[in-house]
């Protein structure tokens, strides 16, 4: 009887903290999710062929640290372009990204310098270009193989008037 007693009071103790934890936990989502970016078209040429997206664009120090994190999926046509403004030692990770990216590294000419396909999800593993970037190009993993897509060719950011 001791025992139940004591296990019951244990349990009444520790019964709350998961509800708790998991709105502490859901409100950080929300808090990210509140971050806003703009929108643009982007054009990557490869092997002659121009192959079109629809994409975000990650700007300043907010949207860079933001990126693609929580994002359950990515469409096929789908990119997001981290633009550092200059040339610049840079590097990215996965953490708290659930969906697996393939990333393109871009100088300041918009030619694709660095390429890591499938990047594995929540990873905190540091992705390194061997050069100094300007742009990050994320999209759907595969999109590089499906479409070709190879270190030397380019993209076009345009704006979609939104």
Not at 95 to 105: G, I, Q
Request: with cysteine; aromatic share 10%.
């Amino acid at each position: 009887m001791v025992f139940a007693t004591v296990f019951v009071a244990l349990f009444m103790l520790v019964w709350p903290y998961p509800p708790i934890a998991l709105q502490a936990k859901a409100a950080t989502l929300e808090a990210h999710q509140q971050i806003e970016f703009s929108t643009a078209c982007v054009e990557i040429i490869s092997s002659g062929k121009i192959h079109n997206f629809d994409a975000e664009l990650a700007v300043n120090p907010a949207q860079h640290s933001q990126g693609l994190m929580f994002r359950k999926t990515i469409e096929p046509n789908y990119a997001m372009v981290f633009d550092f403004g200059h040339l610049r030692d840079g590097s990215m990770w996965m953490k708290n990204t659930f969906v697996s990216l393939d990333m393109l590294f871009a100088d300041e000419t918009n030619r694709i310098i660095f390429i890591k396909e499938n990047t594995t999800p929540l990873s905190e593993d540091v992705i390194t270009p061997p050069q100094q970037i300007r742009y990050v190009l994320e999209v759907a993993a595969g999109t590089v193989q499906r479409l070709g897509i190879e270190i030397g060719d380019s993209f076009i950011l345009c704006d979609d008037g939104q």
